[in-house]
Structures are given as structure tokens and as C-alpha cells.
């Protein structure tokens, strides 16, 4: 079937230390997103990729990063620089083209929680 | 920048009766998208219906409808014989038809159906 996966569905990182969110499709997207979910907040977009080897930087970037080396995957890393990182994280995938409908498909989440 | 406003955070409705969301949008562009999407309790995003922004005519989605006015830049979910299983966070979203793929959500509202 496909879909969108991400793992681990729950992940406990010590502060200081940095931690890596993973996200696989096998949709054949172009476009991958990542966003993060906080109550009272919606969906906020941390970064995302159009392409192999390119990704862009959404509206809550500081203290994440990237990478998109193959089309079936964007990780994200959450440094030890992200001050409040306990969150619910969505990784998201569409397809790619200008006056296309982008209509996004989504992972079940990872809950990150810093103890 | 693209802003999506929800400006009612909580809303209830009775077990089979009709309840409308509200959501503006601004924006300068003339092509884009609109969605609406459903988050349960699982928290898996789902996708409850589309309208492209160049089409006149509302979409509709057996019990889900929407009134978009694009001079007002509204864009309203009404779900008709409402369910339980609607008990959920409800977002909207918007997608540029330019270059910019980007999935911008507004902060959501959260739809408890009443038996």
C-alpha cells in the first residue's frame, strides 16, 4: 500500500541532545514538508523539499535541519539550538508543479517529548 | 505571506443536524487551492475536501460542502446530518498555484458532535 511513514511514533530525548525524526513515502511525491503541532497553534511548517537535494526553509526553521538525498526520504533533525522541542511532528508529501493541485498526504506523527 | 485564519477555536452540534466552520484567507495570487482537513483523535490528518480557486461552482463531498467567495476570500465548511465520528480538529488549509507549493494551515477548530 501506498503511503507515508514516519518513526518512531513516540521518541524521549534528554536536553542538549540532538534526535532524528524519520519520514519515508513511497508515493512517488516530489514535494516532502515537515510541520510541527502544538496546541492552540495548528500546523506550522518547519521545511520543506520540492526536489532531490534541495529543500527551503518554512516559518519555524531555527533548531531543525534537513535532508533530502533521496526522493523517498526527508529526515528531520531536532538539535539541541531548538529551545522548546516537545511537540507532535507531521511529515507530509504531495506532488509537484505549478497549477497543480497539491493536495498533501500525511504520516501518523511522531510525539517528541525532552526529559 | 499567505495567512489562513480560523476564528473559532471550539464548536458543537447535535447528532444529525448541520454545522458550519469558518475560514478567511488572504493572499494576492489568483490560482491556489483550498482544503479542508480532518484530525480525529488518532491524529492522522485526512483530507475532507478541495476547491480550486478558479473553478466558480463549490465542492462537494457527500455530507461536506463549502462556500467559497473569493472576492470575501471565505472559504466555509458545512457538514450536513452531522456524525460522531466528525468529532474531530477540523484545519484549512491553503496551497499557491505558483512556484510555491507550500501548505499553509490555519490554527483549526475543534468540532464536537453531541449525541
Known amino acids: 500500500d501506498g503511503g507515508i511513514t514516519q518513526s518512531p511514533k513516540y521518541l524521549f530525548r534528554k536536553e542538549g541532545q540532538n534526535v532524528t525524526l524519520s519520514c519515508e513515502q513511497n508515493?512517488?511525491?516530489?514535494?516532502m514538508y515537515w510541520y510541527r503541532q502544538d496546541p492552540g497553534q495548528g500546523l506550522r511548517l518547519i521545511y520543506y523539499?520540492?526536489?532531490?537535494?534541495?529543500?527551503q526553509k518554512g516559518d519555524i526553521a531555527e533548531g531543525y535541519s534537513v535532508s533530502r538525498e533521496k526522493k523517498e526520504s526527508f529526515p528531520l533533525t531536532v538539535t539541541s539550538a531548538q529551545k522548546n522541542p516537545t511537540a507532535f511532528y507531521l511529515c507530509a508529501s504531495s506532488i509537484w508543479g505549478q497549477n497543480m493541485n497539491t493536495e498533501a498526504f500525511f504520516g501518523q506523527g511522531t510525539r517528541l517529548t525532552v526529559v | 505571506a499567505q495567512t489562513v485564519t480560523q476564528s473559532q477555536p471550539e464548536m458543537s452540534v447535535q447528532e444529525a443536524e448541520t454545522v458550519t466552520l469558518s475560514c478567511t484567507y488572504d493572499?494576492?495570487?489568483?490560482?491556489?487551492?483550498l482544503f479542508w482537513y480532518k484530525q480525529p483523535p488518532s491524529r492522522q490528518m485526512i483530507l475532507v475536501i478541495r476547491?480550486?480557486?478558479?473553478?466558480?461552482q463549490n465542492a462537494t463531498e457527500n455530507r461536506f460542502s463549502v462556500n467559497f467567495q473569493k472576492a470575501a476570500k471565505s472559504f466555509s465548511l458545512k457538514i450536513s446530518d452531522s456524525q460522531l465520528g466528525d468529532t474531530a480538529m477540523y484545519f484549512c488549509?491553503?496551497?499557491?498555484?505558483?512556484?510555491?507549493?507550500?501548505?499553509?494551515f490555519g490554527k483549526g477548530t475543534l468540532l464536537t458532535v453531541n449525541p
Open positions: 508515493l512517488n511525491h516530489d514535494a
Open positions: 523539499s520540492q526536489i532531490v537535494n534541495d529543500f
Open positions: 493572499t494576492s495570487e489568483n490560482n491556489y487551492y
Open positions: 488549509a491553503f496551497s499557491s498555484g505558483g512556484s510555491n507549493y507550500k501548505l499553509t
Open positions: 476547491q480550486e480557486a478558479y473553478k466558480q
